[in-house]
Nanobody, 119 residues
Framework: QVQLVESGGGMVQAGGSLRLSCTAS???????MGWYRQAPGKQREMVAT?????????NYAESVKGRFAISRDTARNTVYLQMNSLTPEDTAVYYC????????????WGQGTQVTVSS
């Protein structure tokens, strides 16, 4: 079982920035990693993903393109989500996720970290 531990959430004013971190208990080269979020009363949605091995392939939700950036440090087995120009609509619990497969149900989730953006 892969353990994922997130950190970096908090409260910020609109227009501000936060960086989330997710440290895995295994070598992240073997995992497709991603960040997902769930706002109150809404379904969980994909925010950003990064491919395994090379990490060259990244995908973003349309709502965060140009504002958020996913990256990783393979030496630290850590994935980051840099969030800039935050808006109140970005308020949610953010979850780190990882799976050896690119498609299909995700096998490992972090505990979630709250991000609150005030107007």
């Amino acid at each position: 079982q892969v353990q994922l531990v997130e950190s970096g959430g908090g409260m910020v004013q609109a227009g501000g920035s936060l960086r989330l971190s997710c440290t895995a208990s295994v070598n992240i080269l073997t995992l497709f990693m991603g960040w997902y979020r769930q706002a109150p009363g809404k379904q969980r949605e994909m925010v950003a993903t990064i491919s395994n091995i090379s990490g060259r392939d990244t995908n973003y939700a349309e709502s965060v393109k140009g504002r958020f950036a996913i990256s990783r440090d393979t030496a630290r087995n850590t994935v980051y989500l840099q969030m800039n120009s935050l808006t109140p609509e970005d308020t949610a619990v953010y979850y780190c996720a990882g799976d050896p497969r690119e498609l299909g149900p995700i096998s490992s989730w972090g505990q979630g970290t709250q991000v609150t953006v005030s107007s």
